[in-house]
């Protein structure tokens, strides 16, 4: 048994019941191995699963987290090729905030040659969640006009990356003001390609950056907001376009627990589509939670075979916290001003100082 630190929630339903404990750590089982980790990317799922508000959140007690970067320790009968000291990235259907966690060996990859581990824990999540929208159920084309909400978050940027690879013409939204210069210089975007999201004229807003590509409709509609902004880009989506919708960031609250009469205000008021009209609209909307793919392990290893070819620089970390920071790290995330990816340092903090 293995000593180690986590942070645990007792019971969904507010950020402040995060806890950090000791606990022991069993020996990894057949098909597992043992990783010390060095850094944890986080993600919205992260929050929503605090709050109580993920289809997927376990019941009782446990440990947030998807996706992790780390040094394996120790390996389990029937793995082969992560000998111990490979360094990795990795999966794992909670459990990441941890300094050490035994994980499947068919979800974990090396790390990337010349990445660091922060820039590998903030890969595998929002990149599978970007590819898999685009070509498994985007079934994007080149020339295609795309619309991607949250451009500057990492979902949004590695989208960026895999529609600048297939040759798809982009519109990007975000939050704010602020994250235009980033996605101008980061992403090669032109202004005239960027809304910052107001959801009083956001229709016209659409028009006008439609215009600025030179499209009248759009072919595919990347959603991780909803809201207010589902309804004028979807009558937007042109004949045998796909909106593809994977978040809902408009339901995000803003304290350390729900306030449920706001939220179920905005579940009265959230969108709807009807199925009959979609039929003579030739439209198709489509929703997905990555985490489902946890259990269809055989399919990751072509998907990070794909991704190495369109992405090849490592993501961009917006902001890094210290792992006994993490609930400082989970509502600077809530609040939305983020650019980029947000990391938990594991590493003690005079390793962390050498590098």
């Not at 706001?262 to 609209?281: E, F, K, T």
């Not at 983020?338 to 990391?343: F, L």
């Amino acid at each position: 048994m293995l000593k180690r630190q986590v942070w645990r929630i007792g019971k969904a339903g507010s950020l402040d019941r995060l806890v950090l404990q000791s606990d022991q750590l069993a020996a990894p089982g057949a098909g597992e191995v043992r990783v010390a980790v060095t850094a944890v990317g986080l993600n919205f799922a992260d929050v929503f699963a605090c709050l109580g508000l993920y289809s997927a959140t376990p019941a009782g007690p446990f440990v947030p987290g998807l996706e992790f970067a780390g040094i394996v320790e120790e390996v389990g009968v029937d793995v082969e090729g992560l000998p111990a000291g490979t360094k990795v990235i990795g999966l794992t259907r909670f459990g990441a905030y941890a300094t050490h966690l035994n994980v499947s060996s068919a979800l974990l990859r090396r790390l990337p040659d010349g990445w660091t581990p922060a820039q590998g824990a903030a890969y595998p999540v929002q990149a599978i969640t970007a590819w898999y929208a685009i070509r498994d159920l985007g079934a994007c084309q080149p020339g295609s006009a795309v619309l991607v909400h949250s451009a500057a978050g990492g979902v949004g940027l590695n989208a960026l990356a895999i529609l600048k690879a297939i040759g798809a013409t982009v519109v990007a939204t975000v939050g704010s003001e602020g994250k235009v210069p980033f996605l101008v210089t980061h992403a090669g975007l032109r202004a005239d390609q960027i809304i910052v999201r107001d959801r009083r004229r956001f229709a016209a807003q659409l028009d006008a950056a439609l215009r600025a590509i030179g499209a009248d409709r759009f072919d595919l509609i990347l959603d991780a907001v909803a809201g207010p902004y589902f309804a004028p880009a979807y009558q937007r989506l042109g004949p045998a376009g796909r909106l593809v919708i994977f978040g809902a960031a408009d339901m995000m609250p803003s304290g350390v627990r729900p306030n449920w009469m706001r939220l179920a205000s905005r579940y009265l008021l959230r969108p709807r589509v009807d199925p009959i009209q979609m039929i003579s609209d030739n439209k198709s909307v489509m929703g997905f939670n990555l985490i489902w793919l946890w259990d269809r392990a055989d399919r990751l290893g072509a998907t990070y075979d794909q991704l190495a070819a369109v992405i090849q620089r490592p993501p961009h970390i917006g902001r890094r916290y210290r792992f006994a920071d993490a609930p400082a790290a989970m509502r600077y995330l809530q609040g939305g001003g983020s650019v980029g990816k947000v990391v938990l340092d594991v590493r003690p903090d005079d390793e962390r100082r050498a590098i």
